[in-house]
């Protein structure tokens, strides 16, 4: 019987194909990777804290540790590279390409999601009222973007460098400027992504 992969090692999946090209790289790339890549370093303390959370709602007692740990860890995370991501949760194939001030608050989004530096996505006012975005499957943010309100943004979105976006966008637009609005309507960005989420993902 095959065994389902894990989100980690889903988005691991993810990084070894965008980076150097291979779903298996030999050891002593990946060791060097492993040290170096900070995008890693906080994507795989966020998949952490997710399985110590659940490790807890099932056991206090063992899940008291792990919990304890990703705290320490996440507070290096906040502290170093200045990434706060915890509250939110997100589909496997996730991809930070460059660490610095991206805050993602307590919104949901799909799996195949990839995003720069500086990037802010949570709470917010538009015209729907207050509340955060939710987020679908392949989408890719650019640097400098902010997402805020009780938005939708569709599956295969791409949300351009520096945009401002508090309005919901449909499946597979491009989307760019402050106010952000929708400049594509039919805009392929697999490019951009590099990877494609595949249902039998399967270690």
């Given at each position: ?8 090692r889903i ?8 980076v150097p090209?291979s779903?298996?790289?030999p050891?002593?790339w990946r060791?060097r990777?492993?040290?170096f890549n ?5 994507v795989?303390?966020?998949?952490f ?10 056991s206090?007692?063992?899940?008291f540790?792990p919990r304890?740990?990703h705290?320490v860890?996440?507070?290096f995370?906040?502290?170093v590279?200045?990434?706060n991501?915890?509250?939110a949760?997100?589909g ?6 460059h660490?610095g001030?991206i805050y993602v608050?307590?919104?949901v ?5 990839s995003?720069?530096?500086?990037v802010?996505?949570?709470i917010g006012?538009?015209?729907?009222g ?6 679908g499957d ?15 943004i569709?599956?295969r ?7 401002i976006l508090s ?9 760019a400027?402050?106010?952000?609005r929708?400049v594509l309507?039919?805009y ?6 590099g990877?494609?989420?595949h ?5």
């Amino acid at each position: 019987m095959t065994k389902q992969k894990s989100d980690f090692r889903i988005d691991l999946d993810k990084y070894y194909h965008l980076v150097p090209g291979s779903a298996k790289p030999p050891l002593g790339w990946r060791i060097r990777f492993w040290i170096f890549n900070f995008g890693l370093h906080c994507v795989a303390c966020y998949r952490f804290g997710k399985y110590a959370d659940r490790l807890y709602a099932k056991s206090k007692v063992l899940g008291f540790i792990p919990r304890c740990l990703h705290v320490v860890l996440s507070y290096f995370v906040h502290m170093v590279h200045h990434v706060n991501i915890d509250a939110a949760t997100i589909g496997p194939g996730f991809n930070l390409g460059h660490v610095g001030t991206i805050y993602v608050g307590p919104t949901v989004i799909g799996r195949n999601f990839s995003l720069g530096h500086n990037v802010t996505i949570g709470i917010g006012h538009s015209e729907a009222g207050e509340g955060i975005p939710t987020i679908g499957d392949d989408v890719w943010v650019g640097i400098g973007a902010v997402i805020s309100g009780p938005i939708t943004i569709g599956n295969r979105v791409t949300i351009a460098n520096g945009c401002i976006l508090s309005r919901s966008v449909p499946d597979g637009c491009l989307v760019a400027g402050n106010p952000g609005r929708v400049v594509l309507a039919d805009y392929d960005n697999s490019k951009l992504l590099g990877w494609k989420f595949h249902d039998d993902a399967t270690a």
